[in-house]
């Protein structure tokens, strides 16, 4: 497949080790942010999202987390797993679903 | 249930050409919205539509146009191609507008090289 990208900061964790994926924005004024999941190929995949009048939110296998202080999202993917390996990115929804997206992050899962 | 489809998949131009990219959204959507995403980077914002309307735009050139036809697929037009706009051009569809409930869903996206 093609790459969704060839310069990004990489992540690489074992299998079945805890992956944190970190991300700054920019705008303080964002009330509602959004973590993306892109595969060699393929469109972003909604992943998780986050309201700015909460600081966690857990899903399946995934925990947001939002530090508003510090304008910082982290996604936390527990036991990764192969198929997790791809490119991820946070996303800032300003208004009305016209996002700003992050620069991304490579997550390679070693076997 | 089909996705967001987009078509063509990949294209290759010469500066100075022209493109038409084409996109429907899931059944049902009646807002689209395109971004551009250049190797090695995150999509940026160029065009929102809802119900046939631009809604938004992003810090993009004159060269780049859009319009949402009557069934809600849309198309995105870029005009006098420079080497720069080589990229993916990701179409993405969501039920509502605005308020932030809306999940966006995006597809596979139109990979265009201009040489």
């Known amino acids: 497949g093609e790459s969704v990208g060839l310069h990004l900061p990489t992540l690489s964790v074992q299998e079945g080790d805890n992956s944190i994926i970190n991300c700054a924005y920019s705008n303080s004024a964002s009330d509602y942010f959004i973590w993306y999941k892109q595969e060699s190929g393929k469109g972003p995949q909604f992943i998780i999202d986050i309201r700015s009048n909460m600081d966690k939110r857990q899903g399946q296998r995934v925990t947001v987390l939002l530090n508003k202080t510090v304008k910082h999202l982290s996604l936390q993917i527990a036991a990764t797993q192969p198929g997790d390996s791809a490119v991820y990115f946070c996303?800032?929804?300003?208004?009305?679903?016209?996002?700003?997206f992050g620069g991304g992050t490579r997550l390679m899962v070693k076997p | 249930d089909a996705g967001v489809t987009q078509s063509p998949t990949h294209l290759i131009k010469t500066r100075g050409q022209h493109v038409t990219l084409r996109c429907s959204p899931i059944s049902g959507h009646k807002s689209v919205s395109w971004y551009q995403q250049v190797l090695g980077q995150g999509p940026q914002f160029i065009f929102q539509y809802y119900e046939k309307e631009e809604r938004g735009r992003g810090n993009f050139p004159d060269r780049f146009s859009a319009r949402q036809f009557p069934n809600y697929s849309s198309e995105l037009n870029v005009n006098a191609l420079l080497l720069g706009d080589s990229a993916l051009y990701l179409c993405a569809s969501s039920f509502i507008r605005t308020g932030n409930t809306g999940e966006l869903f995006f597809g596979e996206g139109s990979r265009l090289t201009v040489l």
């Open positions: 996303a800032e929804n300003n208004a009305g679903n016209m996002l700003t």
